[in-house]
């Protein structure tokens, strides 16, 4: 904490945050109010969508985010960014300057200052805020798990429906085990939000080492001439494939490996297999059926999943990206197990072959420890 408030940027960015309800609309007059969002053309104000957004009120109060300024650098950001933005022509000391007047604190080098005590009340408040943002976050995680669970439990076992197919057609299968993961379903009217339309999707469940459901990823499909059930097309890949509920730290169980029992149960030093999708942890479960197999959804979320004590060495089969972002995001993952005291070991396809599945359909499974 520093000696004085108004140079302590986290509590002034928090005060003007606490404000957003009546500094928003002031900032942004052209905002329409949505629930508990303020909704608005961008930062850049060019009127023809409103393609961004800023929280009101609740756990993301002040917070805002804008779809269409990404390549300016500027798509998201708290109540200081957008003072900045809006009132200082992205000035940062302006906007400090700024925040101080509006939230009447004394200005900087004026020689005046805080009374301990108002200090004090500020620090409070600010962390009174902070726990009831945590609450409400809390809450907030509850319900969205609650709703995924609820969604995949309207799902049908994967065999002989559409998701089976789409499986089939990646040459997937569910042999040599002889059954599909319970942890897949399918289910053919999946409310898919940006098209707002109702599409099968395969569902797969999200859970964390003790088995807490927490969300569901969907993977949408499509019925298309000559080749049969597909990944949902001609949208990006982010909306063919959308978790519902919470991801984080979380992984979808493919495979129980030789022990067959839960992974909270599993014995010390088994490795964990884990992929970054679901259709690669299938592909590993086909050519090493012996072992524990995981898919994390994400690249990040390899490196954010929690295993039990009892884990020990972790075998990352992970895509072949030779994309820089890619590979910086593999190493980071790599790096954060281990710093939790796994034993980390890297598998990839061949060069050639984008991922594992790609692999299985070109030359035969051949995934080595």
Known sequence: MSAAFDDDTRLIIDQLNARASTLGPELLPNGRKSGNKLMFSGIADH???????????????????????????????DMLDLLRLKRCGGDKAAAFAEARRELGLPERGSGKRISDADRKAMEEASRKRAEEREAAEQRERAKKASNAKRLFLRGEALGGT?????????????????????????FGETHHGPLQ?????????????????????????????????????????????MVLGNMWGGFVPI???????????????????????IEDAIAVRMAKPEARIVAAISLPNIGAILLPP???RLVVVADRDDKAEAQDALERAIAQQQARGLEVSLVMPPPGFKDVNDWLRGQGAGVAA
Not at 55 to 68: A, F, M, V, Y
């Open 47 to 77: 009127g023809k969508s409103e393609s961004a957004y800023l929280h009101l009120s609740g756990p993301k109060q002040g917070l805002w985010l804008d779809l269409g300024n990404a390549a300016q650098g500027e798509d998201r950001g």
């Open 162 to 186: 559409p998701g089976e197919q789409y499986f089939l057609g990646r040459a997937l299968s569910c042999e040599p085990v002889g059954a599909w993961p319970g942890s897949l379903r399918y």
């Open 197 to 241: 339309a109702k599409l099968p999707a395969v569902l797969a469940c999200i859970v964390t080492a003790e088995g807490q459901h927490i969300g569901t990823h969907r993977i949408f499909l499509q019925k298309t001439r000559g080749r049969g059930w597909e990944k949902l097309r001609g949208v990006p890949d982010a909306t063919a494939k």
């Open 255 to 277: 495979h129980k490996g030789r022990s067959g029992v839960s992974m909270a149960q599993m014995a010390e030093g088994e490795p964990v297999y884990v992929t970054e999708g």
């Open 310 to 312: 009892a884990a020990r």
